[in-house]
């Protein structure tokens, strides 16, 4: 014969369960405004651009390390086209591709691209930064991320 006992708890622990879900959104909440700049706690200041829809990111010291973000730049193509790393390639849900520029210190911006060819891991675009433009090749999925967050 099999006890009856913890089937009698299952109640009481998915009530619990179902009260600790409900509370944590609740926990998550603040009241105080946000600051205009970027502080040491806040991962990221996003400022969206109400013409285009495309913000610009800027990031605390902390935060780049967080993300070990690293770098290369644009180089040019033939004529006017522009090679940039696979790695640094997105995709966002329209199938449309980005890359994140690195114009000042901290500061990352979302640009589109236009690939003509990937071949060896290594883009040719016929539209897109220019040659000499920083990067992003590691950490563009988390910029991205960061850009769209909902919950703030």
């Avoid at 006890?3 to 959104?25: D, E, G, H, K, T």
């Avoid at 998550?28 to 600051?35: E, I, K, L, S, V």
Wanted: hydrophobic share 45%.
């Amino acid at each position: 014969m099999t006890s009856q006992q913890p089937l009698r708890r299952l109640p009481l622990a998915a009530a619990v369960c179902a009260a600790l879900l409900f509370a944590l959104p609740a926990c998550a909440q603040t009241t105080a405004a946000a600051p205009a700049a970027v502080s040491a706690n806040e991962p990221a200041k996003v400022e969206k651009n109400a013409a285009t829809g495309i913000a610009k990111l800027t990031l605390t010291e902390k935060g780049v390390e967080r993300l070990d973000l690293k770098t290369e730049t644009v180089k040019a193509g033939k004529g006017k086209d522009v090679v940039v790393p696979y790695a640094a390639l997105l995709y966002d849900a329209s199938g449309k591709t980005w890359v994140y520029t690195n114009p000042a210190p901290r500061v990352y911006q979302r640009q589109a691209v236009t690939v003509a060819k990937v071949e060896d891991g290594v883009v040719t675009a016929s539209a897109g930064p220019a040659a000499g433009t920083t990067i992003v090749t590691v950490g563009a999925a988390e910029l991205f991320g960061a850009e769209f967050d909902t919950a703030h």
